[in-house]
């Protein structure tokens, strides 16, 4: 409670105006100061007239020693009282209530009482022995008054002692007198400073209280404020009007910046009403569309009204990682790509690909998300038809390979048919065993061209847009059994380590398929070159592995041909770029397979010797 | 019983041919590649031989020259695939002794098959023989044999012969069993497009339906025309 009282009182005081404390500081200090000196002077004056009187006392009561003693030692009594009534004779009687004589045996010989003498008063006042005097205070009824002793002697021995009494109202009425007068004087003293502090504290504070009205014009968006100021504080002290200076100054600077912060609005309302990108901003927690630039109305075909409080992942999948950091530290993040490549759709639930950019910020104090979506849509379709382009030309090149690979069962089954025909026509029996062996052969080569049509028609086709898991063999095995014997035909040995425990990984099947038959197909070009320049080049081999790399799945083909020299191996992966003679091929073989590589989230790495061989590895990471 | 091999790499198509060879009466033996089919032919010394051109390892046109190496009266006859012109005529020129295309017809594999059987016959058939014919304003050149470089001379005769008989109608007559090689189509060429200059008009007939498709290819059809029938080819020149 008494802390709490404190604690108020302390608040109440810093929270005083300046206005008060200056007046009340310099009201406090000039009247601290006036008290001060009062009570000193005062006490100076009091010592000094106590002292005054006791001395006068001293004196009296010496000079009524000395004359009483001769009376003393002839024992005069009568001349005694005489004496010591004669002292206080006239003004004196005021000044002295009583004077009396003692002998050297302390009995009163002498007083001026007019009543008895009171009881042991004669007691109260002793000459200390090492003293020569004595004075104490007494009281005597309603009476203060200082005994003055003092001794009457004879030569050196102590024959009596004179005690005089001195009015302490004497004193005290000059003292009553000196107190009213200083009272009066501080009091005036109190009365013209209060004026004069309160005319100079307000002199101080009204440039400050002009400012402020200032300052409060400003916030309020009044910035013409400023001619008037400088005259309000003319006058006012140096500092005053330097702190005026650099108030003006800063609200120029103010103004300056609003200027500014409204162009830089402008600007930036301006590009985001007419930017290229739909862009939106969403509540970060809950995803809610909050606001919605004119162009994401046009592409998604929703009005603004129909966006505001639409959640964003109706238009399409959405997710945002929180960085994990408080939302203040939050907006000071980069902005990320949250989603590249995925489908979203309009209100007319036709479809668009999308590439997703995020970043937070606030909007009207929420947590918030500006999200562009930029439309790849045309990006993405000319991507395809690219691959597709590429495919075909891989296919044309296999052909040959094809037709020759179809000739083989077609063959079988002819001469199988004409067989049996013969031998009806002749009417000759076919042993059960033959024509059995026949019949099953003509049924598994059909089987067999019908693969590998499928395989054609697979490789052929264009891929969905949804990624499946794929377990990276399988692309492997469908390109061999397409190019397979055209290698061995060409004396190339296909070697396989190919790991059947390897996890499997997003992408499309005949897509790879396209990528591993791009490295095959420069694979045996590889070795062809180096049968150019070789005669007697050996054993060609082509060596495909898949193995698990970590986090991730790898797959690696190697061939000993010419390899690649240093100066190109960045330059393969260039579009139109080969080393083909013309019309052998275009150069978008490696370039297409990075892209498509790279669409999975994998990584293409080389390495090479020239005239040792190359291996080509691509990694991907697994799907979960 | 003749022996036959049959060199390929495809199983189905031994099997086949293993069934059909059987069938016809020749005594069969079959290789999947080139290195083991010579060192059967080695062994057993088959008169005629069925390789197919495009294998692994060894191809087919190696195989019918270390065989002509060996022994070049063999009758060797390549299988090629469709379309496979230039192998065929590499083989001809190697001195095989037909070619047929996969698909394999029967009647394919019996025209080369009589080809063979009648060559072996006929065995020593190097050079051939050409004789010069005139009968009812006529010319008559007939071919028989193989037609190769050695055989210039003898045509240059011929058609000098038809020349100097002002001969503007002349009947090439091959025989079933000849063949030309590249360098023999070169020469009848070059007579040609002589006696076209000319003005004389040239039928061919007589030869084998492969060989027609060389020479067509070889465009020899832009200085004579080829006829199945003999009776056509006579008619043709007679009306023009």
């Known amino acids: 409670m008494e802390r709490m009282k404190n604690n108020i009182i302390f608040k109440k005081i810093s929270e005083a105006s300046l206005n008060r404390k200056i007046f009340i500081s310099t009201l406090a200090v000039i009247l601290l100061i006036s008290v001060l000196i009062a009570l000193f002077t005062r006490w100076i004056l009091i010592s000094s007239l106590t002292l005054e009187l006791q001395r006068r006392g001293l004196g009296i009561a010496q000079s009524i020693a000395e004359s009483s003693r001769g009376y003393m030692l002839t024992q005069d009594t009568p001349k005694l009282t005489s004496l010591i009534f004669d002292a206080r004779l006239g003004e004196r009687k005021f000044l002295i209530p009583y004077v009396f004589i003692l002998d050297k045996k302390n009995n009163v010989i002498a007083h001026t009482f007019t009543s008895a003498f009171p009881d042991g008063f004669h007691m109260a006042n002793s000459i200390l022995p090492e003293q020569n005097s004595s004075i104490k205070l007494l009281k005597m009824g309603r009476l203060s008054v200082y005994d003055v002793a003092f001794p009457v002697t004879e030569g050196i021995y102590q024959i009596g002692v004179v005690h005089v009494g001195l009015n302490k109202d004497h004193i005290d009425t000059l003292i009553g007198k000196l107190r009213t007068t200083f009272v009066g004087f501080v009091s005036v003293v109190t009365i013209i400073f209060f004026i004069i502090s309160h005319w100079l504290s307000n002199y101080i504070t009204r440039p400050i209280s002009e400012l402020t009205k200032v300052s409060d014009e400003i916030s309020r968006g009044n910035y013409n404020i400023k001619p008037d100021l400088k005259n309000k504080i003319e006058g006012a002290g140096s500092e005053v009007m330097l702190l005026a200076d650099s108030f003006i100054n800063m609200t120029n600077r103010i103004t300056v910046s609003q200027i500014k912060l409204k162009e830089s609005e402008e600007k930036y309302r301006h590009l985001v009403n007419s930017g290229p990108n739909p862009i939106f901003v969403i509540d970060r927690k809950t995803f809610e569309i909050l606001d919605a630039n004119p162009r994401a109305e046009e592409t998604y075909g929703y009005t603004k009204d129909e966006f505001t409080g639409m959640l964003f992942t109706n238009l399409g999948p959405f997710e945002y990682k929180h960085s994990g950091l408080s939302p203040a530290e939050d907006d000071w993040q980069e902005p990320q790509v949250v989603n590249s490549k995925v489908q979203y759709y309009k209100k007319d639930n036709s479809l668009l690909y999308v590439s997703l950019h995020a970043s937070p910020t606030r909007y009207k104090d929420r947590d918030a998300l500006i999200i562009a979506t930029t439309d790849i849509t045309e990006m993405v379709e000319k991507d395809n038809q690219l691959i597709q382009a590429s495919k075909m030309t891989n296919l044309g090149e296999m052909s040959a390979g094809i037709a020759h690979e179809l000739n083989q069962p077609l063959n079988a089954i002819k001469m199988a048919s004409e067989f049996l025909e013969m031998m009806i026509e002749k009417n000759r029996k076919i042993p059960e065993q033959d024509l059995y062996d026949v019949i099953k052969e003509v049924s598994c080569q059909v089987d067999r061209s019908a693969a590998i049509i499928n395989r054609l028609r697979d490789f052929g086709r264009k891929s969905d847009f949804t990624k499946e898991k794929i377990f990276i063999n399988e692309p492997v095995e469908g390109v061999l059994e397409i190019l397979g014997r055209q290698l061995r035909l060409q004396n190339i040995e296909v070697e396989l380590d190919l790991d059947e425990t390897i996890p499997p990984i997003l992408a499309h099947n005949n897509r790879l398929e396209q990528v591993i038959f791009n490295l095959i197909t420069n694979a045996r070009d590889a070795l062809n070159q180096k049968q150019e320049l070789e005669e007697d080049f050996a054993s060609r081999f082509i060596r495909i592995r898949s193995f698990r790399d970590g986090e991730r799945v790898a797959i690696t083909v190697s061939d000993n041909g010419i390899g690649i020299p240093e100066s190109l191996r960045e330059r393969i992966f260039e579009a139109f770029f080969t080393t083909k003679e013309m019309g052998e091929g275009m150069g978008l073989g490696l370039s297409i397979s990075y892209g498509i590589v790279k669409d999975y989230g994998g990584d293409v790495d080389i390495e090479s010797k020239e005239g040792l061989g190359t291996t080509f590895k691509l990694s991907f990471p697994c799907a979960l | ?240």
Do not use: C, W
């Open chain 2, 1 to 240: 019983m003749r022996k036959i091999l049959v060199i390929d790499d495809e199983k189905p198509t031994l099997k086949m041919f293993r069934l059909f060879l059987i069938a016809y009466g020749y005594e069969v033996f079959i290789a999947e590649d080139g290195q083991t089919g010579l060192e059967i032919y080695k062994k057993e010394s088959p008169e005629i031989v069925f390789t197919d051109i495009k294998m692994p390892g060894m191809d087919g046109i190696e195989v019918l020259r270390k065989i002509k190496e060996t022994d070049p009266f063999t009758e060797v006859i390549v299988v090629t695939g469709h379309g496979d012109m230039d192998l065929a005529i590499q083989a001809l020129n190697l001195g095989a002794t037909d070619f047929i295309n996969k698909p394999i017809a029967k009647i394919a594999l019996d025209s080369a098959l009589g080809r063979a059987d009648e060559r072996i016959k006929l065995a020593g058939i190097q050079g051939n023989e050409i004789l010069f014919q005139n009968r009812d304003n006529l010319t008559t050149i007939d071919i028989k044999g193989n037609i190769t470089s050695t055989s210039e001379p003898f045509l240059s005769d011929a058609f000098k012969n038809a020349s100097e008989h002002d001969a503007s109608n002349i009947l090439l007559r091959f025989d079933e069993i000849s063949s030309v090689n590249g360098a023999g189509i070169a020469i009848l060429i070059k007579l040609l497009s002589a006696s076209r200059k000319e003005n004389k008009v040239v039928a061919i007939t007589g030869i084998s339906e492969n060989f027609k498709q060389i020479f067509e290819m070889a465009g020899i059809t832009r200085f004579a025309k080829i006829f199945d029938k003999q009776e056509d080819a006579v008619n043709y020149l007679t009306v023009s």
